[in-house]
C-alpha cells in the first residue's frame, strides 16, 4: 500500500519517485487542472464573488488517475510548486477529488520543497503541513481581479474602439510604460554641446590624456560650450597656456558583489548577457529546476540556506583561495517593493557541480543558463573587488584654466574574478553593438603614469568634440522588468507571460531587443488613460498588489477586498455606457495629435489633405479599425492607413541577404523571403549527373525570429533539422525536433506535439520534450479493440470535444461525459448508436452541389418537357431565401480568454 505524491510536471515525478523509493506513487498534474470557466459570469460579484470553474479533459484525466492511485492509499501529499500558484494547484487538487469522493479515509497533507534533491525531497514528507488558507484566498482574489478586469475591458474596448483586442489589470500598465517612453523620445529635442580634450606628456615621456573642466576661472557645466564658436574659443585659450600637475588625489575603493539571482534579476541578466526573452530563460530555467539542478526559479528573495552559503564558501576557499573569502557568510535583503521573500534565491543544488562538469549533461540553452546562475550564486560569497583611483587635476599658469585626468587600477579582483554585473543598461547595448556608446573613459581599465604636484607637463593636441543628448532608451525585456519591479506591479512570476502578452496582442513589436510601442498599443492606451486613468496607474496597481500581499498573510478579508475594488470599478464602467464613438475618436485624435500628425520642417499645416484643397486629416474609425480620413468625406475620400508600415523598415531585413558559408560543404547559406515569408537556403539551383534540375536545401524560418538578427551558426542549425534529442526512457523509442508544416515540433514515434512561442527547436531539451508529449499523449486514450473486427477503439480529445473513433466512425461523447469516464462497452455502444464516417480530405470530401429541384407544376408533366422547363422558372421562395441567407444575425465577439487577460 503506497502513498500518493502529487506534483506539477512529469519529469519532476521520475525524479522524486526515485527519491522516495516504491512506497509512494508519484503523479503530475500537468500544471493547473481547472481554470474560470472561458466566458462572461465565471465570477459573480452578486453571489460574494462566487466563482464558476470549467472543465479541462486533461485536468480531468488527471485527476482521475491520481483518484484510482489513491484506492487503498493511507495519505495524498500535495507537492506542487511553493509558491501562490503550487498552492492554488494543490486547492484544486484537492476540492476536485473530494467532489469524486476520492478523500474518505485519507490523510492530506501539503509538502514544499525549494529544490529537488533527495535531501530536501525526504525532509519536506517527514515535515508536511495543511494548505495555507490566506496563500488561496490571495490567489482567488487575485484571479477574480484580473477576470474582471479582463472581461469588463475588453468587451468595452471592442464596441468603443474597434480593432482593439483586450485589456488587462497589469498588462495595460505595463503597455502604458513602453507608450509613454515612446511619447517621450517624440517629444525629446537634442540639444547640441561641446568638450575639450588634450594630450599630455609627463616629464618622463609617458602619455596620457585630460578633459577641460574650468574655463576663465569657472568650472563648465554640460551646456556652457553649446556650439563650435565657443568651442574653438575655448581651444584658443587652453592652447596659449602652459600647464602644470596641480594635485593628484589617489584613493582606494571597495565593490561589493551582488545578490544571488531573483527572477527579475535572472531574466535582466539573461536578457543582457544571453540574449534570451524573459520567456526562454524562465523555460530554461524550469527544466534546470525540475532536473534538480537549481533552487526554485519563481522567486523575489535574495537569501539562501545556511549550509548552501558554507558550501559555497568552502568551494572559494579551495578554488580560488583564502584570500577570495569574505570574513563572514554574506547576507542579503531584496530591495524590490512588495518582496516577500518567501523562498531562497535561485542557486545550484550542488555548488560541486561546476557549469564545466554539467556541460555535458545539459544542452546549449540550459548549460549557458547554469553557467550564469553558478557563477552569480558563487560570485556573492566571494571577496570585494578593490580598486585604486587616481585623479589628477592640471591647470595654466593663472590657475583659470583646468583639466582633470581620471584612471582606476583593479588592485585586488575579488569577485569580479567570477563575475561582473552589467548594470548600465545604455552600455550594454553599446557592447552589443545596437548604438553607438557615449563619449567615455573606462575607468576599470585606463591606468595613468605616475606623476607629482607641480610636475611640469608637455601639452600636445586639444580636440574639440562635438555631442548631442541622447532621448531616453526605449525598453529591453530587461530595463522594463526592472521598472515593473521596482514600482511593485506584477508578481516574479508573470513578467514573462505579460512582455509575451503584448506583443502577442500587436501592441508593442520587439526590435533589436527594444520595445517598440505599435499605434494599436498607443491608441488602447490613450483610451484608457483618458477614462480609466485610475486603474492604468502605476500607484494604485502597487497598492493593490500591497493588498494581495495583506491577503496572503491573514491580515485582510479575500471577498472585502473584492467589494471595495468592485464598487469603484464598476461604477467606472457604467459612466461610460452612453459614450459615443464619436466623441472617443475625437478625443482619441486630440490626444495622438503629435504622433500621427508631426510637425513639418517647411511649417506647413500637417493636417492638410494632400487631395483637396481645404480638407483636414483627422483619425478616423472604420470596422476594422483605426485610419486617416479627409474631413470633406464624402466629396473627398482621401485616406491613409494608420499604424500600417509595408516598407523594410528598422527591424527588417532585405529580400536577400548572404549569411555565410557552410564549414563542411562551403556552399553558400542564404537568407531570402519568399511569397510565404523568410526561409535559408543552402546552395544554389543546378543539375544533377544526367542533366536533370536539382532543388537546393531550404528550410523556413520559425515564427517569432526576426530576420535580422538571424546568423550563420543559426541557419545551420535550422538547416540540419530534424535533431536527435534523445530516446523515451520508457518505449525508448527516439524523440527528435524539427519544422514541419506547421511549426517547430517534437515527435516519439507516431505522436507529435506543436512547440510553444518561446520553445526553441534548436535547443528545445529532454525533460521539455517528455512534458510536451505527456501532453500530446494525455489527448488520446486506448480502450481496447473493438469485438467484431479487433480494430482499436479509441477516445480522443478534439476541438469541439471528446470523442470515441473506430477506424473511420466517430461518435461525440455526451457533454456531462469526461474522457476518462468512458470504458470500451460504452465506446462500443454509442459508435453503434451515434457513429458517423468521417469526411475524407480534400476534394473528395468536399460536399457536391444540391440539384435544383423542378417546378411542382413541371413534375406533373412527361420528363422532356420538365427538363425544359425546369431551368427556365423561377421558384417564388427562392429569392425570398437568398435574402435571409445574405444577411446571417450578428454574433458577438468572443470574450478574452480568462487565462490572457488576467494579466
Not at 529537488?116 to 484566498?137: E, M
Not at 616629464?203 to 554640460?222: I, S, V, W
Not at 525598453?475 to 505579460?498: D, F, H, W
Not at 523568410?678 to 520559425?702: H, M, V
Amino acid at each position: 500500500m503506497s502513498d500518493v505524491v502529487v506534483v506539477e510536471s512529469p519529469a519532476k515525478a521520475k525524479t522524486i519517485e526515485k527519491y522516495l523509493g516504491r512506497d509512494f506513487t508519484v503523479l503530475a498534474s500537468f500544471g493547473h487542472v481547472r481554470d474560470l470557466e472561458e466566458k462572461d459570469g465565471a465570477v459573480l460579484p452578486d453571489q460574494d464573488f462566487a466563482m464558476v470553474w470549467g472543465k479541462d479533459g486533461r485536468g480531468e484525466a488527471q485527476v482521475a488517475k491520481i483518484a484510482t492511485a489513491l484506492k487503498g492509499a493511507k495519505r495524498l501529499f500535495l507537492a506542487t510548486d511553493p509558491d501562490r500558484e503550487g498552492e492554488a494547484i494543490s486547492w484544486h487538487v484537492k476540492d476536485m477529488l473530494g467532489s469524486r469522493g476520492a478523500l474518505k479515509g485519507k490523510d492530506v497533507r501539503r509538502i514544499t520543497f525549494n529544490e529537488i534533491t533527495k535531501r530536501a525531497v525526504q525532509y519536506a514528507v517527514a515535515h508536511p503541513r495543511d494548505l495555507d488558507v490566506p496563500l488561496i484566498d490571495a490567489y482567488l482574489a487575485r484571479r477574480a481581479l484580473d477576470y474582471l478586469v479582463g472581461y469588463t475591458l475588453s468587451p468595452l474596448l471592442w464596441r468603443k474602439l474597434p480593432g482593439s483586442r483586450s485589456a488587462g489589470r497589469v498588462q495595460s500598465v505595463a503597455l502604458r510604460l513602453v507608450c509613454e517612453r515612446e511619447a517621450e523620445i517624440e517629444a525629446f529635442k537634442a540639444r547640441e554641446y561641446w568638450t575639450l580634450e588634450a594630450k599630455f606628456q609627463t616629464p618622463a615621456g609617458a602619455p596620457f590624456t585630460a578633459r577641460l573642466t574650468h574655463l576663465d576661472g569657472r568650472k563648465l557645466e554640460q551646456f556652457d560650450l553649446p556650439d563650435a564658436a565657443s568651442a574653438n574659443r575655448a581651444k584658443a585659450l587652453a592652447e596659449a597656456g602652459t600647464y602644470a600637475v596641480a594635485s593628484v588625489e589617489k584613493k582606494r575603493t571597495r565593490r561589493n558583489p551582488p545578490p544571488p539571482f531573483m527572477t527579475s534579476t535572472l531574466q535582466m541578466e539573461a536578457s543582457r548577457k544571453l540574449g534570451m526573452g524573459a520567456q526562454q530563460a524562465m523555460r530554461t530555467a524550469q527544466a534546470l529546476y525540475e532536473a534538480g539542478h537549481i533552487t526554485y526559479m519563481r522567486t523575489d528573495g535574495v537569501q539562501m540556506a545556511r549550509e548552501a552559503m558554507i558550501a559555497i564558501r568552502d568551494h572559494v576557499k579551495d578554488a580560488f583561495g583564502a584570500d577570495y573569502l569574505p570574513p563572514a557568510p554574506r547576507e542579503y535583503q531584496s530591495k524590490a517593493k512588495n518582496a516577500q521573500e518567501a523562498h531562497e534565491a535561485i542557486r545550484p543544488t550542488d555548488v560541486t557541480r561546476t557549469p564545466d562538469a554539467m556541460g555535458r549533461e545539459l544542452d546549449g540553452a540550459q548549460a549557458r543558463l547554469y553557467d550564469l546562475i553558478w557563477k552569480r550564486a558563487v560570485a556573492s560569497q566571494m571577496s570585494s573587488a578593490e580598486l585604486d583611483q587616481t585623479a589628477i587635476d592640471i591647470t595654466n599658469g593663472d590657475g583659470k584654466i583646468r583639466f582633470r585626468a581620471t584612471g582606476s587600477v583593479v588592485a585586488f579582483d575579488g569577485f569580479l574574478k567570477l563575475y561582473r554585473e552589467d548594470e548600465d543598461d545604455r552600455a550594454a547595448d553599446a557592447r552589443a553593438g545596437l548604438k553607438p556608446a557615449e563619449p567615455s573613459e573606462d575607468e576599470d581599465s585606463r591606468i595613468l603614469p605616475p606623476m607629482a604636484e607641480r610636475d611640469p607637463l608637455k601639452r600636445g593636441d586639444i580636440a574639440a568634440s562635438q555631442h548631442f543628448t541622447q532621448p531616453p532608451p526605449r525598453y529591453s525585456e530587461a530595463s522594463l522588468v526592472k521598472r515593473l519591479e521596482e514600482l511593485g506591479i506584477g508578481r516574479p512570476s508573470t513578467y514573462a507571460s505579460i512582455l509575451q502578452r503584448l506583443q502577442d496582442l500587436k501592441y508593442v513589436t520587439l526590435e533589436k531587443r527594444r520595445f517598440i510601442a505599435q499605434d494599436l498599443g498607443r491608441m488602447v492606451t490613450t483610451f484608457l488613460v483618458r477614462y480609466f486613468e485610475k486603474y492604468v496607474d502605476t500607484g494604485f496597481t502597487s497598492q493593490m498588489e500591497e493588498k494581495l500581499d495583506e491577503i496572503s498573510e491573514g491580515q485582510a478579508d479575500w471577498r472585502a477586498v473584492m467589494r471595495a475594488f468592485w464598487t469603484e470599478f464598476s461604477a467606472a464602467v457604467e459612466a461610460t455606457r452612453d459614450l459615443k464613438i464619436r466623441d472617443v475618436i475625437d478625443s482619441l485624435d486630440e490626444d495622438l495629435g503629435p504622433h500621427i500628425f508631426p510637425a513639418r520642417g517647411d511649417g506647413s499645416d500637417p493636417r492638410a489633405c494632400p487631395s483637396c484643397a481645404d480638407g483636414r486629416l483627422g483619425l478616423r474609425l472604420g470596422r476594422t479599425g483605426a485610419f486617416i480620413g479627409c474631413s470633406n468625406y464624402p466629396e473627398c475620400r482621401f485616406t491613409r492607413p494608420f499604424g500600417v508600415d509595408s516598407g523594410e523598415g528598422e527591424g527588417q531585413a532585405p529580400s536577400e541577404q548572404a549569411l555565410g558559408t557552410h564549414p563542411e560543404t562551403g556552399e553558400a547559406v542564404t537568407l531570402k523571403r519568399g511569397p510565404y515569408g523568410f526561409y535559408i537556403q543552402l546552395g544554389e539551383p543546378g543539375t544533377d549527373a544526367k542533366g536533370k534540375p536539382t532543388k537546393p536545401k531550404r528550410t523556413s524560418l520559425p515564427n517569432g525570429v526576426a530576420p535580422d538578427t538571424v546568423a550563420l551558426e543559426q541557419a545551420l542549425g535550422l538547416l540540419s533539422l530534424p535533431r536527435i534529442i534523445g530516446r523515451d526512457p520508457e518505449t525508448g523509442e527516439e524523440i527528435t525536433a524539427g519544422l514541419g508544416r506547421f511549426g517547430p515540433y517534437v515527435r516519439c514515434g507516431s505522436v507529435f506535439k506543436s512547440l510553444d512561442k518561446d520553445d526553441d527547436v534548436l535547443t528545445v531539451g529532454m525533460n521539455r520534450a517528455l512534458a510536451l508529449l505527456a501532453d500530446a499523449r494525455a489527448r488520446v486514450r486506448e480502450l481496447g479493440p473493438h469485438p467484431k473486427d479487433k480494430e482499436p477503439v479509441v477516445v480522443r480529445k478534439g476541438r469541439f470535444g471528446p470523442y470515441a473513433q473506430h477506424g473511420k466512425t466517430v461518435a461525440n461523447l455526451p457533454r456531462d461525459v469526461a474522457m476518462e469516464e468512458v470504458d470500451l462497452d460504452a465506446a462500443v455502444a454509442l459508435l453503434a448508436e451515434k457513429g458517423k464516417a468521417l469526411k475524407p480530405r480534400g476534394p473528395a470530401g468536399r460536399k457536391a452541389p444540391a440539384a435544383k429541384a423542378a417546378p411542382r407544376k413541371a413534375a406533373a408533366k412527361s420528363a422532356e418537357p420538365a427538363a425544359r422547363k425546369a431551368p427556365v422558372r423561377k421558384p417564388a421562395a427562392k429569392p425570398a431565401a437568398k435574402t435571409a441567407a445574405a444577411k446571417p444575425a450578428a454574433r458577438s465577439k468572443p470574450a478574452p480568454r480568462a487565462g490572457k487577460t488576467a494579466r
